[in-house]
């Protein structure tokens, strides 16, 4: 049992801060864990979604049926035609997965109009985006981006990210019938809606941080691994320290490039925090309102700064 993790613990409940599931690995074991409830149920991840949709994408690629160069709008010709701005048709596999699409405005959000009253969101998104920024030059965070990958691979595979990845990842992590949320047209979003527990999470991150590979099989791409973890692009996103500095961004996944370290995160609390030096992996669910928002609204959040000064530095 880690020290820190009991000072972690202590901290929380002093704040005040509500957590559901917190589950600390090392060396590939489970070392601590707690829950509110016994059970384990699964709860919504949010945008922690975003880095198993990304093992979907580095999967396809590598089965050919994805590459980082194919254009967004050659995928969908019919209602690419109703795109706006001087960049739509140079967006690419590779600026989506890393937010540099040049989207002007974020889309999608957890509780946007369009979400709630729109039935099909690929005809929405092309006739709302304006592309008015250079692809590759400028991070914004967007749902949009990971729903459109996903729908690509959908057309290229046939299935979609949930089906695509139930016999390539979830069930060698024992993720037993997934449940991740669609939208009103059938396509897996992606972007949010994955119900997982701390043990499922923790289990992915583990095998981000064994380089995709489990029991020596190879489950994501090794290359793709590696290339995920490389800063693609620098964000506003505040990490944790004196004073405070910006995260990166690869694939799908955050980067603290000063601690060696890569994380999930979801808005309310929901973080995988991978340490690959230090072969840990902490995974926390949680219902904190003060961790980001589902409209984009964010703001430094007391509970990062916990896990990282109580778990992350101190392992």
């Not at 690629?61 to 739509?88: H, V």
């Not at 902490?282 to 964010?298: C, K, P, T």
Request: overall charge negative.
């Amino acid at each position: 049992m880690a020290a820190c993790f009991d000072t972690f613990m202590d901290r929380i409940q002093k704040e005040n801060m509500f957590l559901l599931d917190v589950q600390l690995r090392q060396g590939g074991e489970i070392v601590d864990h707690w829950s509110r409830f016994p059970a384990k149920p699964r709860f919504e991840t949010y945008s922690a979604s975003k880095t198993f949709a990304s093992a979907a994408f580095g999967i396809a690629m590598e089965e050919g049926l994805l590459r980082m160069d194919d254009r967004l709008c050659d995928a969908f010709p019919e209602e690419a035609g109703s795109a706006s701005g001087p960049y739509a048709s140079e967006v690419t596999v590779r600026h989506m997965l890393t937010m540099t699409s040049g989207i002007e405005k974020s889309m999608l959000w957890r509780d946007g109009r369009e979400r709630k009253y729109e039935r099909d969101w690929v005809k929405w998104f092309f006739e709302n985006a304006n592309f008015s920024v250079r692809p590759g030059t400028a991070f914004l965070y967007n749902n949009a981006n990971t729903y459109l990958l996903g729908c690509m691979l959908e057309k290229r595979s046939g299935q979609n990210i949930r089906e695509f990845l139930r016999d390539r990842l979830f069930a060698p992590l024992g993720i037993g019938n997934p449940e991740w949320m669609d939208c009103p047209m059938g396509h897996t979003i992606g972007a949010n809606g994955l119900a997982i527990n701390a043990d499922e999470v923790g289990r992915f991150g583990q095998l981000i941080a064994d380089g995709g590979a489990l029991d020596g099989r190879q489950i994501i791409p090794a290359d793709y691994v590696r290339e995920m973890l490389q800063p693609h692009a620098v964000t506003a996103e505040p990490i944790p320290g004196d004073p405070p500095y910006p995260a990166h961004y690869g694939y799908h996944i955050w980067l603290d490039d000063a601690r060696r370290a890569a994380y999930l995160w979801g808005t309310f609390g929901q973080y995988c925090v991978i340490l690959p030096e230090k072969n840990a992996v902490i995974s926390v669910v949680g219902l904190q309102s003060d961790d980001g928002s589902s409209n984009g609204a964010f703001g430094a959040s007391p509970l990062r700064k916990r896990i990282w000064e109580d778990l992350v530095e101190q392992l």
